[in-house]
């Protein structure tokens, strides 16, 4: 009897799959099991058990599975509930959500191998050169993968040959498939069982007077077995004994010593006792009962902590209690900076219950990770970033997002577009866990949540050990230009500052929310700026590698010498990036050392770490960067913050733009004075008077939040309002016109439920040579997202179905922003 189960794959498809199991395999067929599936032509897809059924499918015909690639289930039920939620709410396939989750480690690699036909027949006479050496070499090996058959012939392209050996009916194509995981093995060796009395180890010894270095291995491997038993790490028994890898093989030759590769974990873990809890004062333990209170009301609780308030302690005593009772922790974080600092940390106290997860592991140990925490008995706190969400949890008590009101939980390419804030707080429904939102400064929505009684909320209104918050003071770039007194982007009051902090041996940051030197090239006879040749904006000029860069699309060119436009040598570099404040800075203080901290210097797995140690160690004097260094980062030496210029933050085109600003100054501005010595903060800016710069000056969050939710009120933008944006990209600008022109009238029935904006093109309305247009959508949230939704859908159906929009790229993002 033919039984079906139906098996969702890691594609971009709205659909799920029936495949056929035999009677005899279909009690292998777990809800959350990945299986092999044939699916196109001659192709082998990775694909998870999520169900079964009855009725099957007449559009297509129905294929069996090849084989199940677990005993066990790696997805659970709960997970595959969340990827649902996902996919509805942000409009995109649950196999986009799945492969997104998923280590690509689980993920199978179909190959291409060459083997030749049981019943070929041929002669050498009608074979050419490369023809025969590829025969002659399958007779030898029986399959062939495509890199072997380019060495044999040393020929780059050598389908032309295969598909003629094709067609002269000798050899065929095999899809081969094979994990991409290997677990991560390491050499052991041991004492061969022929020594194991006294007289046989003695008579041993005897024998090796003549081979001292190999005497001297047996010795060290007797001293290590009292400490590590009778397996000694094969490297490790090298090192204390002073020997080589040779020596150690001359043993395992002689049969004296046995070697065993052991599987490892690349997990690391500390298993020694953690360190003792810090003890609250007044403020914090009032915030825990308050937590707790929204706890037992089953509310989600958003800690609004000013910086340096000691958020973190409060957490740990959290994070302690559900351990205790045996449950998972989510430690959510923004960014990857801020959970090198944080694991340490945490490490202190938790040790090896501590794992961490996000993109700058390596594959396989993310999938170790996940392994941990789907099979493990034990309770552990899992520090991750956005990707963290989509874990195996089994056994969640508390789900933990620092820095809640961050834009870099949100995912914006590829899909799922999701919030990661907003995904945990549906993780925590699905498991009845404790959900705890903390910053300093929280996100509108965040905080009208909490208004409107959504959200519980908890306060820390002070410092720890009552430090004050550091000075905010602006400085007025006009008034500094019309009097002379700046020295490249640096006032007399900015480089005062820095020069006493560094006659009292303490540590400065300085803040420019740009990397690379400059924004632009100018000619100064013409004004021609460069221009990346794939999208519609300029070039940054990056002097450390004497380069011109796209930020959009990787494009790079070295830097002119003259204009393009008219041959003048007379060019000259506009606006200020990170690079340019670390030169300037080294001109005015030539003795002591600055680092930067942007992308360009942390795109290695452990950069992070390297500047984020030296800066702790007090082995640098001065640090520069962009919003890495806003988020939550714990330096105890640095007194003094520099802005060195806002303006860019407070005009950029974005109805979050005033918020953000706010949000980012007054984290920076909390990096300084964190310990008993009140910190101080230059603002520079050529509006030091604007009412948002004014409001960071004195931590008024309050008054900003009450004007920008009135203001978004009145414009019709979240939280009153729900965003949904669709995008429309192709290589031809008439097509893309025309495109969302006709998307925009399906969508006008919804001109009811709020406001249709566009199409329009975006401030970069090009970029890789594909042109953009967007339309908007804002809906009143009384009415129903999902009528809203499913219009839109039917829209895009119909769409996707007119050929000449197939070369239209449309792309949904619900919240984007």
Same mark, same amino acid.
């Given at each position: ?21 035999? *009677? ?41 599975? =090849?084989?199940?690639?677990? +005993?066990?289930?790696? @997805? ?41 036909? +049981? ?26 993968? &495509? $890199?072997?058959? #380019? ?10 040959? #295969? ?6 009916? @000798? ?59 009778? !397996? ?12 080589? *890898? ?25 298993? +020694? ?21 929204? !706890? ?22 959290? &994070? ?79 789900? /933990?997002?620092?820095? $809640? ?19 945990? /707080? ?45 000075? #905010? ?21 900015? /480089?005062?500052?820095?020069? =006493? ?82 030169? +300037? ?25 390297? &500047? ?6 007090? $082995? ?89 939710? =009135? ?55 090009? #970029? ?7 339309? !908007? ?10 009528? &809203? ?29």
């Amino acid at each position: 009897m033919k039984q079906y189960i139906l098996v969702l794959l890691p594609l971009p498809l709205s659909r799920i799959f029936t495949y056929e199991v035999s *009677s005899d395999a279909f009690h292998l067929a777990q809800i959350g099991i990945r299986v092999a599936v044939p699916f196109g032509k001659n192709k082998i897809q990775t694909g998870i058990v999520v169900g079964y059924t009855d009725d099957v499918p007449t559009e297509y015909e129905v294929k069996s599975i =090849e084989f199940f690639l677990d +005993e066990e289930p790696i @997805i659970t039920i709960e997970q595959l509930k969340l990827w649902k939620w996902i996919s509805q709410y942000y409009m995109c396939s649950m196999g986009q959500v799945m492969k997104a989750a998923l280590p690509k480690s689980f993920l199978l690699e179909s190959e291409t191998t060459l083997v030749l036909k +049981e019943d070929s027949i041929y002669s050498q006479e009608d074979l050419t050169d490369n023809e025969f050496l590829i025969v002659e070499a399958l007779e030898n090996k029986a399959v062939l993968k &495509i $890199e072997d058959i #380019i060495s044999i012939t040393e020929r780059k392209t050598v389908m032309p040959i #295969i598909n003629n050996l094709i067609a002269k009916d @000798i050899l065929t194509l095999k899809e081969e498939v094979k994990e991409r995981y290997k677990p991560k093995t390491e050499n052991f060796v041991r004492l061969h069982e022929n020594y194991a009395n006294d007289n046989d180890l003695r008579t041993l010894l005897n024998t090796l007077e003549r081979a001292p270095k190999q005497k001297d291995v047996i010795l060290a491997l007797f001293t290590l077995r009292a400490k590590y038993g009778d !397996f000694i790490k094969r490297s490790v028994l090298i090192e204390r004994s002073q020997s080589s *890898s040779n020596t150690i093989k001359a043993l395992l030759d002689k049969e004296i010593l046995v070697q065993e590769a052991f599987r490892i974990d690349r997990v690391k873990s500390n298993k +020694e006792k953690g360190s003792e809890l810090k003890t609250l004062n007044t403020d914090q333990q009032k915030a825990i009962d308050n937590i707790k209170l929204g !706890f037992e009301n089953s509310k989600p609780v958003l800690l609004h902590g000013v910086t340096s308030s000691g958020k973190t302690e409060v957490y740990v005593r959290l &994070i302690l209690e559900e351990l205790e009772k045996g449950n998972q922790v989510l430690y959510l974080l923004p960014e990857i900076a801020l959970t090198t600092q944080l694991i340490s940390r945490l490490q202190n106290y938790f040790k090896h219950k501590v794992l961490v997860y996000h993109s700058r592991y390596t594959t396989n140990e993310r999938l170790e990770t996940w392994n941990h925490i789907l099979d493990s008995k034990e309770s552990y706190v899992i520090i991750g970033a956005r990707s963290a969400v989509l874990l195996p949890f089994s056994k969640l008590g508390l789900i /933990i997002v620092d820095e $809640e009101h961050e834009s870099s939980f949100k995912q914006f390419d590829p899909a799922p577009r999701y919030n990661a804030r907003d995904t945990a /707080i549906v993780l925590g429904q699905l498991f009845n866990s404790r959900i705890l939102l903390g910053s300093a400064t929280p996100s509108l929505e965040s905080y009208y949540n909490v208004k409107s009684s959504k959200y519980y909320l908890a306060k820390l209104k002070r410092r720890f050990n009552n430090v004050l918050m550091p000075e #905010i003071n602006m400085v007025d770039l006009k008034q500094k230009l019309r009097k002379k007194k700046m020295k490249g982007h640096f006032s007399d009051t900015l /480089i005062a500052a820095i020069q =006493e902090c560094f006659e009292n041996q303490e540590q400065v940051i300085l803040f420019q929310n740009r990397r690379g030197y400059s924004p632009f090239m100018e000619c100064n006879t013409c004004g021609h700026s460069p221009q990346c040749p794939r999208c519609d904006v300029s070039l940054t000029y990056h002097k450390y590698k004497g380069q011109l860069r796209c930020h959009y699309c990787g494009f790079h060119t070295a830097a002119p010498t003259h204009c393009a436009s008219c041959t003048s040598n007379d060019l000259s570099t506009k606006g200020l990036g990170t690079e340019q404040v670390e030169q +300037e800075f080294k001109e005015l203080f030539p003795n002591h050392s600055i680092l930067r901290m942007d992308l360009d210097t942390t795109r290695g797995k452990n950069s992070y770490q390297t &500047i984020i140690n030296q800066v702790e160690n007090q $082995e640098v004097d001065c640090l520069v960067g962009t919003q890495m260094l806003t988020k939550g980062l714990d330096f105890r030496n640095v007194a003094l913050v520099g802005v060195l210029n806002a303006d860019s933050m407070l005009n950029f085109p974005d109805f979050r733009s005033h918020e953000r600003c706010f949000q980012l100054l007054t984290q920076v501005a909390g990096r300084s004075g964190r310990t008993n010595k009140r910190g101080k903060v230059l603002i520079q800016s050529y509006s030091p008077d604007h009412q948002i710069l004014q409001q960071v000056s004195v931590y008024d969050y309050h008054t900003m939040y009450k004007q920008q939710v =009135e203001d978004r009120y009145q414009f019709k933008y979240p939280p009153y309002y729900r965003m949904i944006k669709i995008s429309f990209k192709a290589k031809d600008i008439t097509r893309v016109q025309e495109a969302a022109n006709w998307f925009y009238k399906g969508l006008q029935p919804l001109e009811s439920v709020g406001q249709l904006l566009g199409p329009e093109f975006p401030a970069v309305a090009r #970029i890789r040579n594909q042109y953009l247009m967007n339309i !908007f959508l804002k809906a009143d949230k009384k009415h129903s997202i999902a009528s &809203i939704k499913n219009h839109i859908n039917k829209v895009k159906s119909s769409f996707e179905s007119i050929a000449p929009y197939r070369s239209v790229r449309c792309v949904i993002d619900v919240d984007p922003y």
